[in-house]
């Protein structure tokens, strides 16, 4: 029996030995909402490479940001992209930048629950930062009604839900509104987290949904894959070009398109209200963040290696998870920018 | 709590009979450097958390000064922090739970040790300390699920209905805040009123019981009149126990307190506690004077906490003053 364990032991030492040299460990925090695909990626990937581990925390974006800004992680992600100042404070600290690579793209739905009403409604820019701005208070009000004709509104207070948490699906959500509408921009901004003007904080996809369902003639917002994965009915949205679109991944998809070409060369785009009769307004990128230098060839060469197949076979992953593909002409600018990497 | 500390100096005119190195190698003074070293460890955590919290928060500290405590924005997009409706709400919501759980758990405690027979005590007691087990996020979800919708459909109609004329139950009802929140506090610190008075009542001398009953007093005056006064220190101890759980909960708290940060008359506003907006904001925050200022939370909550245990402190002193032989604190 001692044998027995000391062998075992030793058979474990050695394989520890191996393991060690062999595998690289890579590590990355941020961003929640792409946590299902970046988990998907990673460990396919692994299958392929299995010298390469890409460890991946997701504490949200804002965590994601501070950690790789500290240097405690490898890369981060994020939903909404750095802005010039955090982007200073890592030049600064580091003395070099940190780039950003968008990985694919997903869309926040107006979702609500009108007893009596089952159609999908039509929702107006106007009508949704009325509402979240607390001015629109009751359902039967023109700026609603008046693109739902046929549909029975009724004389009701609109009870408004909004994520409790930061989280980027709120940040997609304001950026849109502020977009829209020069009083949300200049009375509340947008962010993860901002001083609502009305409403009631859910916590979580799930709180927002819970409150809606418990809470007649009550409007929120969930992200997409939330609410398709979950089977919850949503509104179509008006977009720049005067359509109402309903959120699909090829409408998503759309939007990113019609804003490819003026993409910026450090990718920090936002991609709601994009022009384009097909394009569904509040749609966004979600990014990797990577430090433009790595002190560790092993380390900046594997990672590299891993941008490359999520840009190609990886996207082909997106649509089973129902997060959007980028599209070709971000994809061939991407690959172009990792060779920045150094 | 207050026993443990008068071992040591008793101890003492025995200990000092002996010299220093035959107490070494008897074990005591090592026995007592040890155990001395891990009383000062609590002092220390306490301490450092302190200290950390206050450097944490310089920059809101600096930039708004007592504002902070007056103020009742909290805007992360264009930096102003206030925290008086997370204090609010904390308050507001500990307050309600403990007048719920206050006579709902000493009423049960004193069923328990007094008036039901001892297996059926036991066996309850065994259920009061599995709820006291139960995971928070779990009340949480359950007043989710059930709690809240019952609030909306039956409870807030009815008390706006019935006691509508009083500013506490007015406005629409949403199913979610303070009552709401103040409710499921209340289950949750029930258990730990029950089982820490039960206990306490149970330690009660027997001949205090006897001697009341010879007195002629019937079973409920002498279970009130004297058993309950002689046990209060340790039952106000519980109470405090359960208002620190109170102010301290997060998650099922969160889950049903509408997550707005407002000051309102009404029960039935939706609200926002200290320890849910930290829990809530804290990953996603960015900036600095954003995260200070939630940091800076934590340290109102510690404050607060601390004046209330305070204070729970002072009460327990001046009621055991009052009479004799309140053996408990």
């Known amino acids: 029996m001692?044998?027995?364990?000391?062998?075992?032991?030793?058979?474990?030492?050695?394989?520890?030995?191996?393991?060690?040299?062999?595998?690289?460990?890579?590590?990355?925090?941020?961003?929640?909402?792409?946590?299902?695909?970046?988990?998907?990626?990673?460990?396919?990937?692994?299958?392929?490479?299995?010298?390469?581990?890409?460890?991946?925390?997701?504490?949200?974006?804002?965590?994601?940001?501070?950690?790789?800004?500290?240097?405690?992680?490898?890369?981060?992600a994020t939903d909404g992209p750095m802005n010039d100042e955090q982007l200073k404070t890592f030049q600064d600290k580091h003395g070099f930048g940190i780039l950003h690579f968008p990985t694919v793209m997903g869309a926040v739905v107006p979702t609500y629950n009108i007893p009596g009403v089952d159609a999908a409604l039509n929702f107006t820019p106007e009508a949704l930062a009325g509402v979240f701005l607390g001015k629109v208070t009751k359902w039967n009000d023109p700026v609603i009604s008046g693109a739902n004709q046929g549909v029975k509104l009724p004389a009701e207070d609109i009870v408004v839900v909004h994520r409790a948490e930061s989280s980027g699906t709120s940040y997609v959500w304001t950026d849109y509104l502020s977009k829209v509408s020069d009083e949300w921009k200049t009375k509340v901004g947008k962010g993860a987290a901002v001083n609502w003007p009305v409403g009631l904080g859910g916590k979580g996809n799930e709180g927002v949904t819970g409150t809606i369902k418990n809470t007649p003639n009550s409007i929120g917002y969930v992200e997409l894959i939330y609410a398709e994965s979950n089977k919850i009915p949503y509104g179509n949205v008006k977009n720049s070009a005067g359509a109402f679109v309903k959120a699909t991944l090829a409408a998503v998809s759309a939007a990113a398109a019609a804003t490819a070409q003026d993409m910026p060369e450090d990718f920090r785009v936002s991609i709601t209200n994009a022009p384009g009769k097909t394009a569904y307004p509040i749609s966004s990128f979600t990014w990797l963040l990577i430090p433009e230098k790595f002190s560790d060839a092993s380390k900046r060469e594997a990672l590299k290696g891993f941008l490359k197949w999520s840009l190609a076979d990886g996207q082909n992953y997106a649509e089973s998870l129902s997060y959007a593909k980028l599209p070709k002409e971000v994809v061939a600018r991407e690959v172009k920018a990792i060779g920045k990497i150094q | 709590m207050a026993t443990s500390t008068t071992t040591v100096p008793s101890a003492g005119p025995v200990a000092g009979s002996r010299s220093f190195l035959s107490r070494?190698?008897?074990?005591?003074?090592?026995?007592?450097?040890?155990?001395?070293?891990?009383?000062?460890?609590?002092?220390?955590?306490?301490?450092?958390?302190?200290?950390?919290?206050w450097q944490g928060s310089v920059l809101p500290r600096h930039k708004f000064g007592f504002n902070f405590f007056r103020t009742s924005v909290w805007d992360p997009i264009f930096d102003q922090f206030g925290a008086l409706p997370f204090i609010y709400g904390t308050l507001v919501t500990a307050g309600v739970s403990l007048l719920i759980a206050v006579p709902l758990g000493i009423g049960a405690a004193?069923?328990?040790?007094?008036?039901?027979?001892?297996?059926?005590?036991?066996?309850?007691?065994?259920?009061?300390?599995?709820?006291?087990?139960?995971?928070?996020?779990?009340?949480?979800?359950?007043?989710?699920?059930?709690?809240?919708?019952?609030?909306?459909?039956?409870?807030?109609?009815?008390?706006?209905?019935?006691?509508?004329?009083?500013?506490?139950?007015?406005?629409?009802?949403?199913?979610?805040?303070?009552?709401?929140?103040?409710?499921?506090?209340?289950?949750?610190?029930?258990?730990?009123?029950?089982?820490?008075?039960?206990?306490?009542?149970?330690?009660?001398?027997?001949?205090?019981?006897?001697?009341?009953?010879?007195?002629?007093?019937?079973?409920?005056?002498?279970?009130?009149?004297?058993?309950?006064?002689?046990?209060?220190?340790?039952?106000?101890?519980?109470?405090?126990?359960?208002?620190?759980?109170?102010?301290?909960?997060?998650?099922?708290?969160?889950?049903?307190?509408?997550?707005?940060?407002?000051?309102?008359?009404?029960?039935?506003?939706?609200?926002?506690?200290?320890?849910?907006?930290?829990?809530?904001?804290?990953?996603?925050?960015?900036?600095?004077?954003?995260?200070?200022?939630?940091?800076?939370?934590?340290?109102?909550?510690?404050?607060?906490?601390?004046?209330?245990?305070?204070?729970?402190?002072?009460l327990i002193v001046a009621t055991s003053q009052k009479g004799a032989g309140m053996g408990h604190t």
């Open chain 2, 24 to 53: 070494i190698r008897e074990g005591d003074e090592i026995a007592r450097m040890i155990t001395f070293l891990f009383a000062a460890s609590v002092v220390l955590i306490t301490l450092l958390l302190v200290f950390e919290l």
């Open chain 1, 2 to 76: 001692k044998r027995i364990a000391a062998m075992f032991l030793v058979v474990l030492g050695l394989a520890g030995i191996v393991w060690s040299q062999a595998t690289l460990s890579i590590n990355g925090a941020g961003a929640t909402f792409p946590y299902p695909m970046y988990s998907k990626w990673f460990d396919e990937y692994h299958k392929k490479n299995p010298n390469l581990q890409i460890n991946y925390q997701s504490i949200g974006s804002g965590g994601g940001i501070k950690q790789v800004t500290e240097g405690t992680v490898d890369f981060g």
């Open chain 2, 110 to 314: 004193i069923f328990l040790a007094e008036l039901a027979p001892a297996r059926v005590s036991d066996t309850l007691e065994f259920f009061i300390d599995l709820l006291a087990a139960v995971p928070s996020v779990i009340y949480g979800l359950l007043g989710v699920f059930i709690v809240v919708p019952l609030m909306r459909q039956y409870i807030q109609p009815g008390l706006k209905h019935t006691l509508g004329f009083l500013p506490l139950f007015q406005g629409p009802a949403y199913g979610v805040g303070f009552l709401t929140a103040g409710i499921v506090l209340a289950i949750m610190v029930i258990p730990y009123i029950i089982s820490v008075s039960r206990e306490i009542l149970l330690s009660v001398p027997r001949d205090q019981r006897e001697a009341a009953l010879s007195l002629g007093s019937t079973r409920w005056e002498a279970t009130w009149k004297v058993v309950v006064p002689f046990a209060r220190g340790g039952i106000l101890g519980s109470i405090f126990l359960a208002l620190a759980r109170a102010l301290g909960e997060t998650m099922a708290v969160t889950m049903v307190i509408g997550n707005t940060p407002t000051i309102s008359a009404s029960l039935f506003s939706p609200g926002y506690s200290i320890a849910a907006v930290i829990a809530n904001e804290f990953t996603e925050a960015t900036g600095d004077l954003y995260l200070q200022s939630l940091i800076e939370l934590g340290l109102v909550l510690f404050i607060l906490t601390f004046i209330l245990n305070g204070l729970a402190r002072l």
